[in-house]
């Protein structure tokens, strides 16, 4: 038997990038205060945020995408064992490729950060009314706001590339984003009527 705490505990051994405490709190604060019964994850890694997700009421649903075959086992594993297989289920793909049917209150973003445009404009037509899409890691560690901090030029454009999803973000005339300085930075957009 697993706890989130071996779980989280295996992240912090194998270096995997799980969403950090205080951006978990934000989340799962607003998934209790909005009733939120029905998510999408686009990035499981281990399952760990998923789970976490799940376990804020028996009514809520996730369906989680990875595409990294070590992650989706592991992550497989972990809802497994913590007995959530009714109610997560993850796809084995990448996001750009596979499609998902059903519609959700809450997408959560927080895969690869090159392409969070493409997943935004791929799956909010999947939101419901009232639905919002919260990103996670827009501050990437300090160097959104300082690209001083980045060691060498793929890093330089992966913070670029972050700087165009959150002015897309900003310009985008249906949705309104709040931008929150919590955990690694993240952002709540929600769908105007
Ligand atoms: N949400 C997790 C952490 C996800 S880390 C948590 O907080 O517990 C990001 C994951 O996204 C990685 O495992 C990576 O393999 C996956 N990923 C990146 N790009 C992807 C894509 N295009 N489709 C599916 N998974 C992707
Ligand atoms: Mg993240």
């Known amino acids: 038997m697993v706890s ?12 995997v990038p799980i969403m950090q405490d205080a951006g978990i709190d934000f989340i799962l604060d607003y998934i209790k205060s909005n009733h939120v019964k029905n998510v999408l994850e686009i990035g499981s890694a281990i399952g760990y945020s998923a789970i976490q997700f ?90 959104v706001a300082d690209i001083s901090l980045t060691k060498n030029r793929n890093t330089r454009q992966l913070v670029n590339k972050i700087k165009q999803y959150i002015e897309f973000l900003k310009n985008n005339p249906d949705f309104e984003t709040t931008f929150y300085d919590i955990g690694d930075g993240i952002s709540v957009s929600k769908r105007l009527k």
């Open 54 to 143: 799940a376990s804020v009421s028996d009514d809520v649903h996730v369906v989680t995408i990875e595409r990294d075959d070590t992650m989706y086992s592991e992550a497989l594993k972990n809802v497994s064992n913590m007995k959530l297989d009714d109610r997560i289920q993850i796809i084995h793909g990448d996001a750009l490729d596979i499609e998902v049917t059903g519609t959700f209150d809450l997408i959560f973003i927080d895969a690869a950060k090159s392409q969070y445009t493409k997943f935004f404009l791929k799956y909010s037509p999947l939101l419901n009314e009232g639905g919002v899409i919260i990103s996670d890691n827009l501050a990437f560690h300090g160097m």
């Open 4 to 15: 989130i705490h071996e779980i989280k505990a295996y992240a912090k051994e194998a270096h």
